[in-house]
Nanobody, 121 residues
Framework: QVQVVESGGGLVQAGGSLRLSCAASGSDFSINGMGWYRQAPGKQREMVAVITSGGSIRYAEAVKGRFTISRDNAKNTVYLQMNSLKPEDSDVYYC???????????????WGQGTQVTVSS
C-alpha cells in the first residue's frame, strides 16, 4: 500500500500565494507519476498539474502561468506553488500518486485525503 499525505492548504486573499506539498511512501513500490487535482462540490475532479518521474509536466489551461509543479524524486514528494490565486481556484485539492509494486507490472493510482484551498475576494 502507498500512503499519500497532502499539506499546505488554507485561506488566502485573492492575489496571494499558497504552496501545497504531497509526500508518498510505501515499501516495495516504485513511484511513477504524481500530480494535483481539484474538485468542487457536485463537480467532477479535474487535473490541475501533473509531473512524471522523468520531469515531463502538464498544466490545466486555467492555471498556466500562475501555478508551478515540482518534484523531489528522492523524497517522493511533489509540490504545487500557487501564485496569483483567484476565488475560482477555491476547491479541495487532491494529490494523486501512480505507483508500481516492484516486481509487478500492475500500475495503481493512490489518492490523498485532500486539502482545502479557499481564496477570498
Amino acid at each position: 500500500q502507498v500512503q499519500v499525505v497532502e499539506s499546505g492548504g488554507g485561506l488566502v486573499q485573492a492575489g496571494g500565494s499558497l504552496r501545497l506539498s504531497c509526500a508518498a511512501s510505501g515499501s516495495d513500490f516504485s513511484i511513477n507519476g504524481m500530480g494535483w487535482y481539484r474538485q468542487a462540490p457536485g463537480k467532477q475532479r479535474e487535473m490541475v498539474a501533473v509531473i512524471t518521474s522523468g520531469g515531463s509536466i502538464r498544466y490545466a489551461e486555467a492555471v498556466k502561468g500562475r501555478f508551478t509543479i515540482s518534484r523531489d524524486n528522492a523524497k517522493n514528494t511533489v509540490y504545487l506553488q500557487m501564485n496569483s490565486l483567484k476565488p475560482e481556484d477555491s476547491d479541495v485539492y487532491y494529490c494523486k500518486t501512480i505507483a508500481t509494486r516492484i516486481g509487478s507490472l500492475r500500475i495503481t493510482d493512490y489518492w490523498g485525503q485532500g486539502t482545502q484551498v479557499t481564496v477570498s475576494s
